[in-house]
């Protein structure tokens, strides 16, 4: 598909009905879910155990093919769980385990297919029991690239960046681009340059709402019905 054949309204009607499934089938699994949330597909987002604290204006995108997994199982009584930050972007595939503690600061991006885990999940001999736990922080502005994995007990530096595919097993400190099998640091960013947060994007939410709505609006001017019924069952080369 090179472009959205859906006219302006079927596509909020779309939008409408992906907030009722939310307020009804997730918002009962979460702890607490902060305002303006947007869940893209929340059918293929899962949560098992807790529990999960949603900040403000987090984004999470899920996929038929990608879900994404919020899971706390320990053995402890009370779980700390999983705490995710204002302005968060959580893609396709994520997982997100926690047997502790997982904090994740506001405004982080976290790419398809990463996995975050506080355990190893089974000790090295006792292949029963869930294995040591040591809390993971990401720090503020953190961004891990596509199937990264982060490990226990790690904390990574406010702005951060982690490469593609890398493995985190040590911490990594703030203002600092890891990439690698172990993680290493391969540069750090300009302290000279501007730093803008996808929190900062947020400060005007009804503004910005707005304004995406009135981009959808005109992306989708002149899309009918038919076009949209003709598309999905006669496609043309080109659509």
């Not at 779309?14 to 979460?30: D, E, G, N, T, W």
């Not at 340059?193 to 995406?212: A, C, I, M, P, Y």
């Amino acid at each position: 598909m090179r472009k959205d054949h859906r006219p302006y309204y079927l596509k909020r009607l779309y939008i409408r009905a992906q907030a009722l499934y939310v307020k009804h089938f997730l918002c009962p699994q979460f702890e607490s879910l902060g305002d303006d949330f947007n869940f893209m597909q929340p059918w293929n987002v899962e949560v098992f155990g807790g529990p999960v604290y949603l900040g403000n204006h987090v984004c999470v995108m899920a996929a038929t093919d990608n879900k994404v997994r919020f899971s706390v199982w320990t053995n402890e009584k009370d779980p700390e769980g999983i705490f995710i930050g204002d302005a968060c972007l959580i893609s396709p595939g994520v997982r997100i385990s926690a047997a502790k503690r997982i904090t994740i600061g506001a405004s982080c991006m976290i790419a398809s297919g990463a996995y975050i885990t506080d355990s190893d999940w089974h000790d090295i001999y006792n292949r029963v029991s869930v294995g040591k736990a040591k809390p993971v922080t990401l720090e503020k502005n953190v961004w891990v690239g596509d199937n990264a994995m982060i490990g226990k007990g790690v904390t990574i530096g406010e702005n951060s960046i982690i490469g593609a595919r890398s493995v985190v097993l040590q911490d990594i400190p703030a203002n600092v681009i890891a990439a690698g099998n172990p993680a290493k640091i391969i540069r750090e960013l300009d302290p000279n340059e501007e730093v803008f947060t996808r929190d900062q994007w947020f400060k005007d939410s009804h503004t910005l709402n707005r304004g995406l709505a009135l981009i959808d609006r005109n992306l989708l001017e002149g899309n009918t019905l038919l076009g949209w019924l003709r598309h999905i069952l006669f496609p043309r080369r080109g659509d």
